[in-house]
């Protein structure tokens, strides 16, 4: 039971470049988010998804694009790659939304130069 | 407009001592609160959590305390040990709503 996977651990990207970071639960959790967490700052949602084919916005969603073809896998687009986008990006699952406990990833740090 | 603060950026305790971290939130309608603690290089793992119709929460070494009218919470970790260091962050939610963390707080327990 591996729980919550990212890929990859580090990348470093050029201005314009696009890449995608990919998750994967084996929970069979209905409920995937991403977030990325800035230094000295909370992590930031930026995406979610409720269900394989439903997303939704987080709170800063500018610059990404998710997917979610299948209960397991929740990949995260960056297009155009910008330096504000460098920061550490977390994915997680949860059962369901709402007061249960989120299984968080070892997370993806990216640099944008 | 941060919804949730944690105003200590750092903390430093003697190993054996209590730990005590603190969380203030400004939306009334939160109903649920957790803790989450983070190892450098990994993912947060959830620690402890509270119901709003509950005032204390126990596990173990870690304790939780809900003021509602003061719109704060705290963790308690008693007695701290080196390897509680890492960043802890509050987050809070309703329980149809996600979760929104606060920015952290490192620990550090000094042996």
């Known amino acids: 039971n591996a729980g919550v996977t990212q890929t990859p651990k580090f990348r470093i990207l050029k201005i314009g470049q696009s890449m995608t970071l990919q998750c994967t639960q084996d929970m069979n959790h209905n409920y995937m988010y991403w977030y990325r967490q800035d230094p000295g700052m909370g992590l930031k949602l930026i995406y979610y998804?409720?269900?394989?084919?439903?997303?939704d916005k987080g709170e800063v969603p500018n610059g990404y694009n998710v997917s979610r073809s299948t209960t397991e896998d929740f990949p995260l687009r960056l297009e155009l790659a910008a330096p504000s986008q460098t920061s550490v990006y977390f994915c997680?699952?949860?059962?369901?939304?709402?007061?249960?406990?989120?299984?968080f990833g070892p997370g993806t740090r990216l640099t944008v130069l | 407009d941060q919804q949730v603060k944690q105003n200590s950026p750092s903390l430093s305790v003697q190993e054996g001592r209590i730990s005590i971290l603190n969380c203030d939130y400004t939306n009334s309608m939160f109903d649920y609160f957790l803790w989450y603690k983070k190892y450098p290089a990994e993912g947060p793992t959830f620690l402890i959590s509270?119901?709003?119709?509950?005032d204390k929460n126990e596990d173990g070494r870690f304790t939780v305390f809900l003021n509602k009218s003061a719109k704060h919470l705290s963790l308690h970790i008693v007695p701290s040990q080196p390897g509680d260091s890492a960043v802890y962050f509050c987050?809070?939610?309703?329980?149809?709503?996600?979760?929104?963390f606060g920015p952290g707080t490192s620990l550090s327990v000094i042996p």
């Open positions: 987050a809070t939610q309703t329980s149809y709503d996600k979760v929104i």
């Open positions: 509270i119901s709003s119709i509950k």
């Open positions: 997680a699952s949860s059962n369901r939304v709402g007061t249960d406990t989120q299984y």
């Open positions: 998804s409720v269900g394989a084919g439903i997303t």
